[in-house]
């Protein structure tokens, strides 16, 4: 009986093994790329320069960018160190990261070392830094929920959260942290 079984087990593992070849046999390397690719751009360019205009023919927003990749069924475009210059009716404002979303809807996501910088003279702000900064460009908005630093020509503002209103000038921290007046 003993023989009966040792043949019956090596005929099972033999199965075993001819069945679960062809999933042993495939390399590895085709596994994981296929795991890796979500999805492919449906367009891509390089070194992207671009206007946008309003009805009235103004200058809307510039887009500056080394490296832009459209996802259209996904309703999204990725920009790799872009800089977007949004122009208000009083102000105008560039904003740097090191990259950026766009959606559909006109919501722009900035993140990593982000910078916004207003272009206009004499302005209170003169620049805002944060790690992530999402902007309305139809609504000409800007907010975070990260840490946020202000600077101006003779203040330094910190705090948690930024609202901004780019059309009434007005910018808002969530929660403020410190304030630093410097003399001229």
Same mark, same amino acid.
Request: proline share 3%.
């Given at each position: 009986m003993n023989i009966a079984r040792i043949l019956l087990s090596i005929v099972f593992v033999c199965c075993m093994i /001819? *069945?679960?070849?062809?999933? &042993?046999?495939?390399? $590895?390397? +085709?596994? #994981?790329?296929?795991?890796e690719i979500i999805a492919t751009p449906d367009y891509t360019a390089i070194a992207l320069k671009q206007t946008a205009y309003d009805? @009235?023919? #103004?200058?809307?927003? =510039? %887009? +500056? +960018?080394? =490296?832009?990749? *459209?996802?259209q069924q996904l309703g999204f475009t990725f920009f790799e @160190?872009?800089? &977007? $210059?949004?122009?208000?009716? !009083?102000? %105008? /404002? !560039? %904003?740097? +990261? =090191?990259?950026?979303?766009?959606?559909? #809807?006109? !919501? *722009?996501i900035f993140e990593g070392d982000v910078v916004a910088k207003n272009l206009t003279h004499n302005g209170m702000i003169e620049d805002i830094n944060a790690e992530n900064i999402n902007v309305d460009i139809e609504k000409m908005t800007m907010y975070s929920k990260q840490p946020v630093t202000l600077t101006g020509p003779n203040l330094k503002i910190t705090g948690k959260g930024l609202k901004a209103d780019l059309k009434a000038e007005i910018v808002e921290l969530t929660n403020h942290t410190r304030t630093i007046y410097y003399d001229q």
């Amino acid at each position: 009986m003993n023989i009966a079984r040792i043949l019956l087990s090596i005929v099972f593992v033999c199965c075993m093994i /001819w *069945l679960w070849y062809p999933y &042993f046999s495939q390399p $590895t390397d +085709a596994i #994981n790329s296929e795991d890796e690719i979500i999805a492919t751009p449906d367009y891509t360019a390089i070194a992207l320069k671009q206007t946008a205009y309003d009805e @009235q023919g #103004n200058i809307s927003h =510039k %887009v +500056a +960018a080394a =490296k832009m990749e *459209l996802y259209q069924q996904l309703g999204f475009t990725f920009f790799e @160190q872009p800089i &977007f $210059t949004i122009y208000g009716d !009083q102000q %105008v /404002w !560039q %904003v740097k +990261a =090191k990259e950026a979303t766009l959606y559909e #809807n006109d !919501q *722009l996501i900035f993140e990593g070392d982000v910078v916004a910088k207003n272009l206009t003279h004499n302005g209170m702000i003169e620049d805002i830094n944060a790690e992530n900064i999402n902007v309305d460009i139809e609504k000409m908005t800007m907010y975070s929920k990260q840490p946020v630093t202000l600077t101006g020509p003779n203040l330094k503002i910190t705090g948690k959260g930024l609202k901004a209103d780019l059309k009434a000038e007005i910018v808002e921290l969530t929660n403020h942290t410190r304030t630093i007046y410097y003399d001229q």
